[in-house]
């Protein structure tokens, strides 16, 4: 007995599948959905943020501290609930904002329904359509050809990158593109049951997700922490009871402290948040967000790749003239001789569209054979009964014999035009042309206007020393002169990747060319590559279906809206509007994300560290911990949390360099080290001189107040007018706090000494931070002279 979903209806390619018929099998569920949704739900959001470990060790601590009725202890838990909520709130508006987008980018197909052809979301799609795919689709479900062929490119579920001609009967895997022509296929599994949609949910199963190389680092340190802090509080709970002598409420109280000082409870939350606003910030201008882990890659940019069209140039072609090589050929024949070729040619590429606006005649031809064009072999062919046609780039067609027309050639892509070869082909067209058997009959020249916009864009990279390679399947000679026009830095530097073959002579041509012509896919992805293996971040902006493997390749990925679907899907980022332009504020907010994490980071790791090893010295030396949970959280309000929220939106140009985790600590260091050391040498004072605890306590507080707000001002620089009336307001609210309510955060008045005492190592604040951070410098410049000189 046939199954419900074996039941099939094999429709015409021309007639397709009737209204009805489609509404029957949306009825059954035959309907091309994601297997599963790639976004978190509103519930998905919520969840994550409130069920996190360290939110239940807060609980956890929360609740001991009113068991033991310390409840002026209990500062920091609001600061929890309201940043995850905060968290929860910022998600759940940044997923709303790229939903909006993402219908604006949703992909379409083009099927043939009740004997007409509509285009439709490929979500609408349903088993058994009749779907058209031609240049630069995804196949959106598994199909079968049912007319026509095409070139397609299986390398994003195989990882074959060679192109695999389709006919009629043949089978079209989900997740494979279309290079070139056009067929007409019915689709088998769509949905949950397609091929692509078998590997998605195995690669989620296997939990595949890439994350930055900053996220990487902080789970990695919170991962740490966690694990840390139970045998830490443990141990500190039984040494405050057991060796110290502390009463229960004593000891709770100050573990409590410690732990809530280690838990980067903002950190995480910070980086969140501040990447969440960075996609909303960025969708407003238009760019769509795929992958979050790409704003961090957009801060280390340093090398950006680009085409010649649609980048450089308008994405639009325009024909110029015709170079006659064949002299006793009229000029009606060349025109009926191009009429013809171009009849039979898709108009799937700017170079077709162009041509077609020039060459048509309703008295064209049918082709016999067509061989539409490919990135990857240059040309494109027509055959018929008594001739056959070759259209495509000269010095591929040519070869050897190339220097016939060389002069010619050079005439105009030395200006920068865009030339073809059109000729005839005296044998059986293949994909192998020989070149003896090719006739040149003219040069077929076209124009590529520069984009308005590009030589203040290119202006900006190279004030920001990002370096422009630029990668173009046209003459590199032409590519040079266009890149020239449009103020590119190193333009007169170009090669012809027919030269290069091996890997080390890429990586050695990406370091002395600007300008790379005569560029198949596979050789934009060994570009990629050798750049990456220079020790480069690379972007890579593309539009087509030629770009997909060095967009996959690439660091960072960027597509236009307007080019292919398929380079759409696989990007990282897509500018909806396809303007260059959106470049350079899109790599600014990269690197004011990154830049703005990095720096308010440091100030959350000072609290940190100085948890962290203090409470080792407390467990060690068997000393009472000298901080409150309630002294905690005025430090952490003041020198920490509302400055840290302001800081992270503000702007920063600068390039990111270096590891994340290794910059962090590196700037937090001196600070972190200062409390230790400042606070080791108070308790060891207020012991032999007999300073009351409560006292010892507040001294601490103000003490860590003072580096904290050091430290802040450190990173406040280079000082504006906000950052300077930020830093001001914070240290009078922290004054404020500790003289108006002191009862709030556990301090109380200084007694003479202690007050004196005091003075004396605030003031030994700065003097102390500044001389860690000058050995901190030392060492790193003997660091690099010794790297330099072993040439490391």
């Given at each position: 007995?046939?199954?419900e979903?074996?039941?099939?209806?094999?429709?015409?390619?021309?007639?397709?599948?009737?209204?009805?018929?489609v509404?029957?099998?949306?009825?059954?569920?035959?309907?091309?959905?994601?297997?599963?949704?790639?976004?978190?739900?509103?519930?998905?959001?919520?969840?994550?943020?409130?069920?996190?470990?360290?939110?239940?060790?807060?609980?956890?601590?929360?609740?001991?501290?009113?068991?033991?009725?310390?409840?002026?202890?209990?500062?920091?838990?609001p600061?929890?609930?309201i940043?995850?909520?905060?968290?929860?709130?910022?998600?759940?508006?940044?997923?709303?904002?790229?939903?909006?987008?993402?219908?604006?980018?949703?992909?379409?197909?083009?099927?043939?329904?009740?004997?007409?052809?509509?285009?439709?979301?490929?979500?609408?799609?349903?088993?058994?359509?009749?779907?058209?795919?031609?240049a630069?689709?995804?196949?959106?479900?598994?199909?079968?050809?049912?007319?026509?062929s095409?070139?397609?490119n299986?390398?994003?579920?195989?990882?074959?990158?060679?192109?695999?001609?389709?006919n009629?009967?043949?089978?079209?895997?989900?997740?494979?593109?279309?290079?070139?022509?056009?067929?007409?296929?019915?689709?088998?599994?769509?949905?949950?049951?397609?091929?692509?949609?078998?590997?998605t949910?195995?690669?989620?199963?296997?939990?595949?997700?890439?994350?930055?190389?900053?996220?990487?680092?902080?789970?990695?340190?919170?991962?740490?922490?966690?694990?840390?802090?139970?045998?830490?509080?443990?141990?500190?709970?039984?040494?405050?009871?057991v060796?110290?002598?502390?009463?229960?409420?004593?000891?709770?109280?100050?573990?409590?402290?410690?732990?809530?000082?280690?838990?980067?409870?903002?950190?995480?939350?910070?980086?969140?948040?501040?990447?969440?606003?960075?996609?909303?910030?960025?969708?407003?201008?238009?760019?769509?967000?795929?992958?979050?882990?790409?704003?961090?890659?957009?801060?280390?940019?340093?090398?950006?790749?680009?085409?010649?069209?649609?980048?450089i140039?308008?994405?639009?072609?325009?024909?110029?003239e015709?170079?006659?090589?064949?002299?006793?050929?009229?000029?009606?024949?060349?025109?009926?001789?191009?009429?013809?070729?171009?009849?039979?040619?898709?108009?799937d590429?700017?170079?077709?569209?162009?041509?077609?606006?020039?060459?048509?005649?309703?008295?064209?031809?049918?082709?016999?054979?067509?061989?539409?064009?490919?990135?990857?072999?240059?040309?494109?062919?027509?055959?018929?009964?008594?001739?056959?046609?070759?259209?495509?780039?000269?010095?591929?067609?040519?070869?050897?014999?190339?220097?016939?027309?060389?002069?010619?050639?050079?005439?105009y892509?030395?200006?920068?035009?865009?030339?073809?070869?059109?000729?005839?082909?005296?044998?059986?067209?293949?994909?192998?042309?020989?070149?003896?058997?090719?006739?040149?009959?003219a040069?077929?020249?076209?124009?590529n206007?520069?984009?308005?916009n590009?030589?203040?864009?290119?202006?900006?990279?190279?004030?920001?020393?990002?370096?422009?390679?630029?990668?173009?399947?046209?003459?590199?000679?032409?590519?040079?002169?266009?890149?020239?026009?449009?103020g590119?830095?190193?333009?007169?530097?170009?090669i012809?990747?027919?030269?290069?073959?091996?890997?080390?002579?890429?990586?050695?041509?990406?370091?002395?060319?600007?300008?790379?012509?005569?560029?198949?896919?596979?050789?934009?992805?060994?570009?990629?590559?050798?750049?990456?293996?220079?020790?480069?971040?690379?972007?890579?902006?593309?539009?087509?279906?030629n770009?997909?493997?060095?967009?996959?390749?690439?660091?960072?990925?960027?597509?236009?809206?307007?080019?292919s679907?398929?380079?759409?899907?696989?990007?990282?980022?897509?500018?909806?509007?396809?303007?260059?332009?959106?470049?350079?504020?899109?790599?600014?907010?990269?690197?004011?994300?990154?830049?703005?994490?990095?720096?308010?980071?440091?100030?959350?790791?000072?609290?940190?560290?100085?948890?962290?090893?203090?409470?080792?010295?407390?467990?060690?030396f068997?000393?009472?911990?000298?901080?409150?949970?309630?002294?905690?959280?005025?430090?952490?309000?003041?020198?920490?949390?509302?400055?840290a929220?302001?800081?992270?939106?503000?702007?920063?140009?600068?390039?990111?360099?270096?590891?994340?985790?290794?910059n962090?600590?590196?700037?937090?260091?001196?600070?972190?080290?200062?409390?230790?050391?400042?606070?080791?040498y108070?308790?060891?004072?207020?012991?032999?001189?007999?300073?009351?605890?409560?006292?010892?306590?507040?001294?601490v507080?103000?003490?860590?107040?003072?580096?904290?707000?050091?430290m802040?001002?450190?990173?406040?620089?280079?000082?504006?007018?906000?950052?300077?009336?930020?830093?001001?307001?914070?240290?009078?609210i922290?004054?404020?706090?500790?003289?108006?309510?002191?009862?709030?955060?556990?301090?109380?008045?200084?007694?003479?000494?202690?007050?004196?005492?005091?003075?004396?190592?605030?003031?030994?604040?700065?003097?102390?931070?500044?001389?860690?951070?000058?050995?901190?410098?030392?060492?790193?410049?003997?660091?690099?002279?010794?790297?330099?000189?072993?040439?490391?």
């Amino acid at each position: 007995m046939v199954s419900e979903y074996e039941k099939r209806i094999y429709a015409d390619y021309k007639t397709g599948l009737s209204t009805e018929e489609v509404m029957e099998r949306k009825a059954r569920g035959l309907v091309n959905l994601e297997a599963q949704p790639p976004d978190k739900t509103i519930g998905e959001i919520i969840k994550s943020n409130i069920f996190t470990y360290f939110n239940l060790v807060f609980a956890i601590l929360a609740f001991l501290i009113f068991i033991v009725g310390s409840y002026k202890d209990l500062t920091f838990f609001p600061v929890v609930v309201i940043n995850t909520l905060i968290g929860i709130y910022q998600e759940i508006r940044s997923k709303k904002k790229l939903e909006k987008l993402k219908i604006l980018s949703e992909p379409k197909a083009k099927v043939v329904r009740d004997f007409k052809e509509y285009e439709v979301s490929v979500a609408n799609l349903v088993r058994d359509d009749i779907v058209v795919f031609s240049a630069g689709n995804q196949i959106c479900a598994d199909a079968t050809v049912i007319e026509g062929s095409a070139n397609l490119n299986e390398a994003l579920v195989t990882g074959e990158a060679d192109e695999i001609k389709k006919n009629v009967g043949d089978k079209l895997l989900s997740g494979s593109f279309v290079v070139s022509g056009k067929c007409y296929a019915r689709l088998d599994r769509v949905g949950k049951d397609s091929f692509v949609s078998r590997l998605t949910i195995e690669a989620k199963k296997k939990n595949n997700n890439q994350k930055s190389e900053m996220m990487k680092s902080l789970d990695n340190l919170v991962k740490w922490i966690g694990i840390l802090i139970i045998p830490i509080g443990l141990l500190m709970l039984v040494n405050q009871i057991v060796v110290v002598g502390s009463d229960y409420k004593t000891s709770i109280v100050s573990t409590v402290g410690a732990l809530v000082g280690m838990i980067p409870e903002g950190l995480y939350l910070l980086t969140t948040v501040a990447l969440v606003v960075s996609v909303m910030r960025l969708a407003k201008k238009k760019t769509l967000v795929h992958e979050m882990s790409c704003i961090e890659s957009l801060a280390r940019v340093n090398v950006l790749c680009v085409d010649k069209t649609g980048t450089i140039t308008e994405d639009k072609m325009d024909f110029y003239e015709i170079k006659k090589l064949d002299f006793e050929l009229d000029d009606q024949k060349l025109e009926s001789m191009l009429c013809d070729f171009v009849y039979n040619m898709d108009n799937d590429n700017a170079t077709m569209i162009a041509l077609k606006e020039r060459f048509y005649s309703s008295d064209a031809k049918k082709a016999d054979k067509v061989m539409p064009f490919s990135s990857a072999s240059k040309f494109s062919a027509v055959s018929f009964l008594d001739t056959s046609y070759v259209l495509g780039a000269p010095d591929v067609l040519l070869k050897d014999n190339y220097t016939l027309v060389k002069e010619d050639v050079e005439c105009y892509t030395d200006k920068g035009y865009r030339v073809l070869l059109f000729g005839e082909y005296v044998d059986e067209l293949s994909n192998d042309l020989s070149n003896d058997k090719i006739v040149p009959v003219a040069l077929v020249v076209l124009s590529n206007k520069i984009r308005e916009n590009a030589p203040e864009t290119f202006k900006y990279f190279k004030a920001q020393k990002v370096k422009i390679k630029v990668i173009s399947g046209d003459n590199p000679k032409t590519v040079s002169e266009v890149a020239k026009n449009a103020g590119i830095d190193g333009a007169e530097y170009y090669i012809d990747t027919n030269e290069l073959e091996t890997d080390d002579e890429f990586r050695e041509a990406v370091k002395k060319y600007t300008v790379f012509g005569r560029v198949t896919p596979e050789k934009k992805r060994k570009i990629i590559i050798a750049l990456k293996e220079n020790k480069n971040t690379v972007a890579m902006t593309g539009d087509g279906v030629n770009d997909v493997l060095a967009l996959k390749e690439a660091d960072c990925s960027i597509a236009m809206a307007s080019g292919s679907d398929i380079a759409c899907k696989v990007a990282q980022l897509v500018l909806l509007n396809s303007d260059f332009l959106d470049m350079p504020y899109v790599v600014k907010e990269g690197r004011r994300v990154i830049n703005n994490i990095e720096r308010t980071a440091a100030l959350f790791l000072v609290k940190n560290i100085f948890s962290f090893f203090f409470a080792l010295i407390t467990i060690i030396f068997s000393v009472n911990y000298p901080v409150m949970p309630s002294q905690l959280t005025l430090v952490s309000t003041t020198t920490i949390g509302i400055p840290a929220f302001f800081l992270a939106l503000m702007p920063n140009n600068s390039l990111v360099k270096g590891k994340f985790i290794r910059n962090v600590i590196y700037k937090a260091f001196p600070a972190g080290f200062t409390n230790i050391f400042l606070v080791s040498y108070l308790t060891m004072m207020s012991y032999y001189v007999g300073i009351e605890f409560n006292q010892f306590s507040t001294m601490v507080t103000i003490i860590l107040g003072v580096v904290g707000l050091i430290m802040l001002y450190r990173v406040c620089k280079p000082f504006n007018r906000f950052r300077m009336i930020l830093w001001f307001f914070m240290a009078f609210i922290f004054a404020l706090a500790a003289i108006a309510v002191p009862q709030m955060f556990s301090l109380v008045k200084l007694e003479t000494l202690p007050l004196m005492l005091l003075v004396l190592f605030a003031a030994l604040v700065q003097p102390f931070m500044y001389l860690v951070i000058n050995i901190l410098e030392f060492f790193e410049n003997r660091i690099k002279m010794y790297k330099l000189k072993k040439g490391i």
